[in-house]
């Protein structure tokens, strides 16, 4: 046995928490998940509405095992007249490019089995072009905008160069707003230096900020 959870390297922690948050996600009953995703999905249409109606574009992930379902915000997206921007992973270099969709003809099948743009359909974004907004999917969260995720860095490398480009064109990051059920809330998700934090969470309650000013709309 690694001993107490304090003793244990921050990796090992993170791969201790990642089963037990894989395991605890997997066992909400598929109905509540869609319940409570369609909930999520409603409380952050609100809010974009009312605290955010300045916001042009959103990034958002293409669910799959048994993430929060983000579909009815990216439809939703589509209706309003938001660039909805979605992420194609390169596998090799663990790394993200961006395309924007207009309709689910523009997605396919890609690298882990996730839906992803269709480089045949749709143009790729430009290399310095930044979304008002990213939605972040992950296995586990807290309310100091630690996140946790399955642990390619993917979504900690993109945040790196989006911060570049947000110094190198004056511009403010994105928010980045994690997605998830309540159940997926933990006290402290184990997190290292490289690890970018969250400016909020979305769940079925609705979208709170986390307080971390880099990461918020006004900062
Ligand atoms: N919807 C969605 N898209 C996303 C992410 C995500 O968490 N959710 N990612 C978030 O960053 C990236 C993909 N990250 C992933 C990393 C590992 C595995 C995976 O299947 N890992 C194996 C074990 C490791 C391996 O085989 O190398 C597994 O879990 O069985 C899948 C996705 C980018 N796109
Ligand atoms: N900004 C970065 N630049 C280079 N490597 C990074 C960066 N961020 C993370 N990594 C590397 O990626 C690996 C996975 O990181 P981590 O465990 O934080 O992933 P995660 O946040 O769970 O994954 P994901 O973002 O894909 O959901 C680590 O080996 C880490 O060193």
Request: hydrophobic share 40%; charged share 25%.
């Amino acid at each position: 046995m690694a001993g107490t959870d304090e003793m244990m390297e921050p990796t090992d922690r993170k791969r201790a928490a990642r089963a037990m948050a894989m395991e605890l996600r997997g066992s909400i009953a598929e109905e509540l998940r869609e319940e409570r995703s369609r909930a999520a999905c409603e409380g952050a249409k609100q809010w974009l509405g009312q605290a955010w109606p300045g916001c042009s574009s959103m990034m958002l992930y293409m669910p799959f095992r048994s993430e929060l379902d983000v579909r009815p915000l990216i439809e939703w997206g589509w209706r309003s007249g938001i660039a909805v921007i979605v992420p194609r992973c390169l596998p090799e270099q663990r790394f993200m490019e961006l395309y924007r969709i207009h309709s689910w003809n523009d997605v396919h099948a890609g690298a882990y089995g996730i839906m992803e743009p269709d480089p045949s359909r749709v143009p790729r974004c430009g290399e310095q072009f930044m979304p008002d907004v990213v939605f972040v999917p992950g296995l586990a969260f807290d309310r100091q905008g630690g996140r946790l995720g399955y642990g390619g860095g993917y979504y900690d490398r993109f945040y790196d160069r989006l911060h570049g480009l947000s110094m190198k064109l004056e511009r403010s990051m994105p928010l980045w707003i994690g997605c998830g059920y309540e159940a997926q809330l933990v006290a402290e998700v184990p997190m290292e230096e490289h690890d970018a934090r969250l400016g909020a969470i979305m769940t079925e309650q609705g979208i709170s900020l986390t307080g971390n000013a880099r990461t918020n709309p006004q900062a």
